[in-house]
Nanobody, 124 residues
Framework: QVQLVESGGGLVQAGGSLRVSCAAS????????MGWFRQAPGKEREFVAA????????LYADSVKGRFTISRAVARNTVYLQMNNLKPEDTAVYYC?????????????????WGQGTLVTVSE
């Protein structure tokens, strides 16, 4: 079965950078779009970024556009989220997800498999 394992979360000061990674296994990674979502305490899970199966099309939430970059390394079955100029409001558990489709999308219901999440905390 599909497994997604996130890593790279941690504590960072506002204005700093962090990269989270997600290693996928269980089916042909290159056939599916991938996404990152996040959930802050007391809030619903929200879309952050997505990338299509080719790696050439990306989507971003308005709140992270220009600061975050999603990418994928097919040879490593890994998707990354590079986060720059972090803000305290970026504090959340970040989840990696694998879509049922090849095409990048923002709808949480279109993602079949989820990782366990990695906590990112941004201090003032």
């Amino acid at each position: 079965q599909v497994q997604l394992v996130e890593s790279g979360g941690g504590l960072v000061q506002a204005g700093g950078s962090l990269r989270v990674s997600c290693a996928a296994s269980g089916r042909t990674f290159s056939n599916y779009a991938m996404g990152w979502f996040r959930q802050a305490p007391g809030k619903e899970r929200e879309f952050v970024a997505a990338i299509d199966w080719t790696g050439s099309i990306t989507l971003y939430a308005d709140s992270v556009k220009g600061r975050f970059t999603i990418s994928r390394a097919v040879a490593r079955n890994t998707v990354y989220l590079q986060m720059n100029n972090l803000k305290p409001e970026d504090t959340a558990v970040y989840y990696c997800a694998e879509s049922s489709s090849r095409y990048a999308q923002t709808d949480v219901t279109q993602f079949e498999y989820w990782g366990q999440g990695t906590l990112v905390t941004v201090s003032e």
